[in-house]
Nanobody, 120 residues
Framework: HVQLVESGGGSVQAGGSLRLSCTAS????????WGWFRQAPGAEREAVAR???????SYEDSVKDRFIISRDNAKNALYLQMNSLKPEDTAMYYC???????????????WGQGTQVTVS
């Protein structure tokens, strides 16, 4: 049984930083893809950043150079360092994982409950 638990969301002023964390049970780093997604009210869910089993990363264009995804394999934890935050980054942020090597889609198998990020 896979469980994902996010933490680290909150409210911050524009230009500030937040670090999101996601701890996983039942899914190891070698099993597949790990990703951060977000969904703003009235908008579709979008991928923010992903990391594959080999540590390769990809980012949505609007967060490149501002966000950094990382993973601690020993702790089975995923992180998202968010810098230079903008009001348009306001959304519910979700951690998700999927089996297999193909990370570039939204069909992830397991999702966390989400953590709210609000930038004013």
């Amino acid at each position: 049984h896979v469980q994902l638990v996010e933490s680290g969301g909150g409210s911050v002023q524009a230009g500030g930083s937040l670090r999101l964390s996601c701890t996983a049970s039942g899914f190891s780093y070698s099993s597949g893809c790990w990703g951060w997604f977000r969904q703003a009210p009235g908008a579709e869910r979008e991928a923010v950043a992903r990391i594959d089993r080999n540590g390769g990363t990809s980012y949505e264009d609007s967060v490149k150079d501002r966000f950094i995804i990382s993973r601690d394999n020993a702790k089975n934890a995923l992180y998202l360092q968010m810098n230079s935050l903008k009001p348009e980054d306001t959304a519910m942020y979700y951690c998700a994982v999927k089996y297999g090597p193909l990370c570039r889609d939204l069909s992830y198998h397991y999702w966390g409950q989400g953590t709210q990020v609000t930038v004013s």
